[in-house]
DNA sequence: AAATCAAGTTCCACATACCGGAACAAAGAA
DNA sequence: TTCTTTGTTCCGGTATGTGGAACTTGATTT
């Protein structure tokens, strides 16, 4: 019984509200590895046992999850079918799309669409070089901003004070020997960003994949967003991606301003 | 103003507790067709508007909405990330994804697997022939059981009481000229495939397209499945299908037997 | 300009429904 | 059997959600 007690709760608060205390057990169990005992949610969640019984069957009853004969819970169906709608209904990766795919025909490496949520990045998008092993895995993956290229990208686009403030909540964990170990590289290489309006991933995230990526804007809309062409260090060489830069650069903006008329054309203010 | 007022209220009860409430209204919001304005959604959930305000005011505050600077509320990332989580760690997919693979090579067609929720079959993976137009699209996507091979599949799996309940809750929307359009020839169909072990999907759903499927037993869970090749029928006949069904159902039975062995090894009660 | 209307947000007294400690079952282990 | 571990149920207290109504804000009309 020396297995580490898995600390307690996750990072922030339990979410505040009831809605919240339940989101936050949901979430305990889908990022969890596999089905979940009550006990487990019960340490891992720091709920009193009355209350998260109840939020647990309230979240089975709603079909978010499912509890199975063995009385351990496992995510439910429902959430895939929301993310369905959410995805095939999303205007702005429709919108994307064909520019992905000619920028995938342009260098026949795999591109990704990524959107910005706070100090994350979410994969939204993508088109594969051929089906390599996983199908459509990886929509829906968040990954740290800090050592992605569309990562980068996008918080390149955010105001300083703002940014600051993400960097200031980043945990900087050295995925690679590559992968930025402080705020103040971070920053630095963001200034380069913006200079040149690209960035690069150098085998920061994963050892041997490399990508340039570049930010995308929405006038009118406050998503921040960036995309990516990405692929092993061995076809890859950095020249390539510099050579490939002004193409996804061109991409970029093409794709921030078809969204920004086809997203909000009632809208435009400050 | 002659504007249908969309009528009020979905089918079902809104949901009962708050997190029912609260899922209601997220659900209005994601499965409608594009950005929603507060009123729309006011007139949809039936909710009071301070009520609404609030359980909006929540739901983005937990990122499974986003508000738009036009106050267009729309479906937030969190949803595709926890979907992302739920269906990547999903065992049973990944048991079955091999034996699709080599479905798909013996046929050459589009190969899906598919679990019952209901009276809805909700599709969970897919190796596609050659990606034709949209790419990972589908997964997650929620069809009647009774106008698809693999939801028919699925229900025949049912003892008769259960069948019969969700059958009498069915609406039968005849997409095509094959539809079903009662109870009647559905169970006549259903009881068909029992005898047979595989069901056929006769352009019921769409037309041009047809399946063959064959339900997957899962002993030891209480999960009802299936797998199904489709193809359109120009190009796959009746003949062809039937010549696949032997093939489906030992790649049914193979999962099933499977996924009994590595889903839960500590239980295997009646 | 003033008046009118519509859409969205805030407020607050009220009671519902959530909270959580503790008692209760059920199933193994000693 | 007795003890322990795990999951479920109960119930009084009150925090929390409820929802009608008043209040902004901005557009449209007179």
Known sequence: MSEEPTVIADGEAAGTGTL???MAVLEAVVMADGPQRFTDILARSGQPRGTLHRLLSHLVEEGLLVQRRDLCYEPGLRLLTLAYRSWSGN?????AEPHLRS???LTGETVHLGILRETEIVYVDKVESRQTVRMSSQIGKASPAYCTGIGKAALSLLPQPELERLVAGMAFHAFTPHTHRSAESLLAEIAEIRRDGHAFDREEHEIEIRCVAAPIRVSGSDLTAGISVT???YRVSMEQLIAWSGAVRTAAAAIGEEAAIR???GRGGP
């Not at 205007?91 to 919108?95: E, G, Q």
């Open 91 to 95: 205007r702005f990766r429709d919108v």
């Open 103 to 105: 920028l995938h025909e």
């Open 263 to 265: 997203l909000g054309p």
């Open 231 to 233: 692929g092993p260090a």
């Open 20 to 22: 919240g205390k339940a």
